[in-house]
């Protein structure tokens, strides 16, 4: 009975983790779609949010953006 709680639990953990999370935590695999204009310059965690830095290149300006956990874009600093 314990094992079927302990399985239960590690599924269920699972399944609440957000693919950002799940890749953070436990090694899992996130693809982060990037436009046609941009080059990927750099990215980092901040907790379990993706900071992607890209550069335009068709003007040059440089932008950093936030992939939440839950696919709702917080942040973005553009640099020109």
Do not use: H
Not at 2 to 7: D, S
Not at 41 to 47: A, F, L, R, S
Not at 56 to 67: C, H, L, P, Q, S
């Amino acid at each position: 009975m314990k094992k079927i709680i302990f399985t239960a639990f590690i599924a269920l953990s699972f399944m609440s983790c957000t693919e950002n999370e799940r890749a953070r935590a436990f090694g899992g695999n996130i693809v982060v779609q990037l436009n046609s204009d941009e080059e990927l310059v750099n990215c980092t965690w901040k907790e379990s949010s993706l900071w992607i830095l890209t550069k335009n290149k068709t003007t040059g300006a440089f932008v950093f953006r936030e992939d939440s956990p839950y696919g709702m874009q917080e942040g973005k600093v553009t640099f020109k």
